[in-house]
């Protein structure tokens, strides 16, 4: 428990930086992955899995919160903490995404986005002081700015016409955010990928001032290169005292690159989503555990992995649970993807400390190609 | 581990019996209920869950274990009990009822049964003898007669047909089972509703000779009050001094009173599939947790549970899971019902030892009673 919140930077390595954020619920060790939670619940694990696998913090969707069960509804039952049995620090993001990838008929205007719901066509108003109101009950520790975001390709001119509405829409959420000691409020750049609009945003949003800055509107289809160069024209905006969350990020690979250009944070349903696709990501690279030459092979997934369901469970059964459409097969790889993307960070963290990051991305990478073989 | 096969009788109380299975793989505390473990997984549970629920012993199904992944492969891959990682007793049925639930165009010859899978269609046989040959190639501790098995209603005569075709069975079943150490072969009762054809049954089995005796072809529509009868009925032509197991049984107001009746082992997937569907099973009766009056609802399922998801997670949030179609609450559900059960048996088989079952049997059924209840 620490009574501000607050970002200590413990280390550089070229780019790369590790560092602490504290918040009310706890600390967070940087560069942190945080498994995503999107109705209340990291899909297909207990809570306590989450944690032991290494997660300081994780994120929930204010969009799907809002529509089920309800802000107010969650704030009467002790906050989102409580609801789903979480007590170390929670990432609320602001809904904006969501709008533009599940909602259906939105209308973006300058008070705000009007979606109808995509589980029951219900009409909702979210704008940005809303969208603060909403996270407030939840008593989420870091909480996102609306933003407007876009998916890729779109104009140039659709771009700085987003990125200029996030903006203003920033002030508004700073303003509604007011103080809450422990708690942190992140400004979101916005701006395609264009070097000149990404700088715009992240200096109005430095101009207003928050306790930490996200790229949005990256993995929307642009693919890794342009993401990357995007994040690397980003970066050096932000002020190197605050966190950098690269929103929505993504493959191992992925992150280690970000890592490597100085980003702090970052979010993905792809450990939980592919596991409930039959996927396995592990030390040796990603697993296709539906192929049939898993089916008479008595490996484990890594038998040196702390994770259970990497070490204890051979891929032959992993295997016949995917095809079988067994619950547990969903459930040990979810678990075991949440795990190995933990070890993953937690390699990142200790590299940077002990300078040889540079060493530590080459040898992972090598190591990935091992990858899906049989015995 | 033991050498041989066995079971001792520790004590009766009135109808009921409490006693001691010896396995290969471990001893089971009877009256048992057998979670049930169709494709080689417990839905929704990891392995440690349904041990530390309370369960000496789970069941494997034959008709889909020989389906997929293959008994062959399953040997070749060291067994049930490593592919599955359950080191307790296993009970394995033989097919028969599956075949004729589940299976599409199949025929009954004195043969045996052929059938076309509900996964791909494909043809399989099975006969009396290839029943046990699976079983013995998954290794199960508990392996089942071969039998056919009748939907209710159904003629007089065609179930003598089924009963005297499963004797038959029995007989080549017995034979094929040959001399495994450790490991028993049941037998089947058939007949029906009908006295005559069960107690006939019973005694064409009890001539035969096996390790214990199963009453099969019940809970198949009949209803509780036929289905009590006819346990009734079964019983007195079953010997004491081998354990007496009722197939597919069932709420725990069934177990209750089939255990007052002397029966001493039960499956069913009724924990797991209500607990897929949004049903938990408690001290206090089923709850619906689909209902809208437990949406804000603080209270955990049953607080003095040993098992945290009876008592660590509001029905709020259950509600918020099952309605959201979460993966967790199925997981929770599934788990909580599972524990419910062994809690049941548990209390069962203290009662019995302590000369209490009849005390036992009316003060559990009245707090059933105040069930499903809001605050």
Known sequence: MTAEFSFTLLGTDGGARTGLVRTLHGEIRTPAFMPVGTAATVKGLYPEQVKEAGADILLGNTYHLMLRPGAEEIAALGGLHKFMRWDAPILTDSGGFQIMSLSKLRKITEQGAVFQSHIDGRRHELTPERAMEIQRLLGSDIQMQLDECLMYPHTEADAERAMQLSLRWAERSRIAFGRQ????????????????????????????????????????G????????????????????????????????????????????????MPTRSGRHGQAFTRFGKINLRNAKHAGDSRPLDAESPCPAHAHYSRAYLHHLVRSGELLGMMLLSWANTAYYQQLMKGIRDSIATGCFEEFRHQTKEQWKKGDVSV
């Not at 992240?202 to 928050?210: K, N, P, T, Y």
């Not at 290169?225 to 905006?237: D, F, G, R």
């Not at 932000?238 to 979010?267: N, Q, S």
């Open 181 to 220: 000691p422990g708690r942190g409020n992140f400004g979101i750049v916005q701006g395609g990928i264009n070097e000149r609009l990404r700088r715009e945003s992240a200096e109005g949003l430095v101009g207003i001032g928050f306790e930490g800055y996200a790229i949005g509107g990256l993995a929307v």
């Open 222 to 269: 642009e693919g890794q290169n342009l993401m990357l160069e995007t994040i690397t024209h980003t970066v050096p905006h932000l002020p190197v005292a605050k966190p950098r969350y690269l929103m929505g990020v993504g493959t191992p690979e992925d992150i280690i690159e970000a890592v490597a250009r100085g980003v702090d944070m970052f979010d993905c349903v």
